[in-house]
T-cell receptor, first 113, second 112 residues
């Protein structure tokens, strides 16, 4: 069974469109994260959610919005996509952050044309 | 300057060699993580440590809090160890402890 899954794996879309990436974890973890890996392979945190409450929101555009319908899911919605949004987006989860080890999803490769 | 610096950026080794990857950070941290990103893109957490040393198989991670430095060692390297190794630190405490700040990674290639 996949611990952290993301759909879709690949997403190709036009500038200006709205898209969503889904993330699910079956580990019973309390905290979930979204990371962005840019074209230079540099990772940066975007959001984290703990028990359905946003606890970190780094300086990302408000076109990006995380939505957590329950503890096992953290979806990423992106409005008005721009060329610069092209990247690989990783979802991850962990037990309460004090325990630390994060489990990553396989990534979603987004290409905006 | 990035808050987390890794060296070297690229490393090529022969199978069987002992490998060391270094990580230095410039901020106060609650923990340091070593991650491995496979050529296919998947990311796996190798270690999380806040003091001392941890060992898992042929991998050893050490941290010196006073010097703000960590090393990842691979003994008896093998071509399957070829990957990008990423150092990351947790800065916060409590709810924000999961906020990882990443280094730029070290690309390791082990030749048979």
């Amino acid at each position: 069974d996949t611990a952290v899954s993301q759909t879709p794996k690949y997403l190709v879309t036009q500038m200006g469109n709205d898209k969503s990436i889904k993330c699910e974890q079956n580990l019973g973890h309390d905290t979930m994260y979204w990371y962005k890996q840019d074209s230079k392979k540099f990772l940066k945190i975007m959001f984290s959610y703990n028990n359905k409450e946003l606890i970190i929101n780094e300086t990302v555009p408000n076109r990006f919005s995380p939505k957590s319908p329950d503890k096992a899911h953290l979806n990423l919605h992106i409005n008005s996509l721009e060329l610069g949004d092209s990247a690989v987006y990783f979802c991850a989860s962990s037990l309460p952050p004090q325990v630390g080890t994060q489990y990553f999803g396989p990534g979603t490769r987004l290409l905006v044309l | 300057k990035n808050e987390v610096e890794q060296s070297p950026q690229n490393l090529t080794a022969q199978e069987g060699e002992f490998i060391t990857i270094n990580c230095s950070y410039s901020v106060g941290i609650s923990a340091l993580h070593w991650l491995q990103q496979h050529p296919g893109g998947g990311i796996v957490s190798l270690f999380m440590l806040s003091s001392g040393k941890k060992k898992h198989g042929r991998l050893i991670a050490t941290i010196n809090i006073q010097e703000k430095h960590s090393s990842l060692h691979i003994t008896a390297s093998h071509p399957r160890d070829s990957a990008v190794y990423i150092c990351a630190v947790s800065r916060g405490y409590g709810g924000s402890q999961g906020n990882l700040i990443f280094g730029k990674g070290t690309k390791l290639s082990v030749k048979p």
